[in-house]
């Protein structure tokens, strides 16, 4: 038995064998396709500014014979919070439909950010069922986390200081300072710095070398 992605897909398989009686045998592949019935997908951007609102679309996929009512949750965050009215959304699906809940989230916190959300089927009772259609008897649910990264508002900035320095021979420890200040409106949080340290006067000019040749090579 082997497990594979819940991923609504197709996958090829195939297999040979090798005898002393009858040499290399190859077997026809064979094909299967993996179908998830109840699943959710969240529809986000690449980054978000911190205090900005997302309007969240939470799709629910029903591929179940038969209607359930389904509950969709946004779970709670550190790094999130829901500002609509309710962190609970309903929507009712016959087999083979979509529906799609929304929620409005701002982020507070800069980074990657994951979001989780969860949907579930629920009560018959939650939802009329539609003329000519059944309820499923049955219970399905998915918990999905996805991961969104969180930016500072503002604009870029990037000052670089450079110093050459000399260790004396006969000076057994040796230690140098650099002070960083930073703008007085920089934005809170936002502030990083980096430290590097090369023992050759050539290094820096060396930087990323190893982009330098492909480069140059696809120019003949």
């Known amino acids: ?57 939470v799709s629910v996929f029903n591929y179940i014979s038969g209607c359930v009512p389904v509950t969709v949750t946004l779970l709670d965050g550190d790094c999130y919070k829901n500002t609509g009215t309710s962190p609970i959304g309903q929507v009712c699906l016959c087999s083979n439909d979509i529906g799609s809940v929304e929620f409005n989230v701002s982020f507070n916190t800069l980074g990657d950010c994951p979001i989780e959300v969860e949907a579930k089927t629920g009560r018959t009772e939650l939802c009329p069922l539609p003329s000519g259609e059944v309820f499923a008897n049955v219970i399905a649910m998915d918990h999905v986390t996805r991961v969104l990264k969180v930016e500072p508002a503002g604009v870029e900035r990037e000052h670089v200081v450079s110093r050459y320095e000399v260790k004396a021979k006969d000076d057994p420890s040796y230690s140098i300072g650099f002070p960083i200040t930073a703008p007085d409106d920089i934005v809170a949080g936002s502030g990083r710095a980096w430290l590097s340290i090369v023992g050759d006067l050539l290094g820096p000019s060396l930087n990323g070398i190893e982009n330098l040749l492909p480069s140059a090579g696809r120019l003949w």
């Open 1 to 57: 038995t082997i497990k594979v992605p819940d991923t609504i897909t197709s996958w090829s398989a195939a297999a040979y064998a090798v005898s002393n009686k009858f040499g290399l045998g190859v077997a026809q592949p064979s094909e299967v396709t993996v179908v998830q019935k109840f699943f959710l997908s969240m529809k986000l951007p690449y980054s978000v500014i911190r205090g900005e609102i997302l309007e969240l679309v």
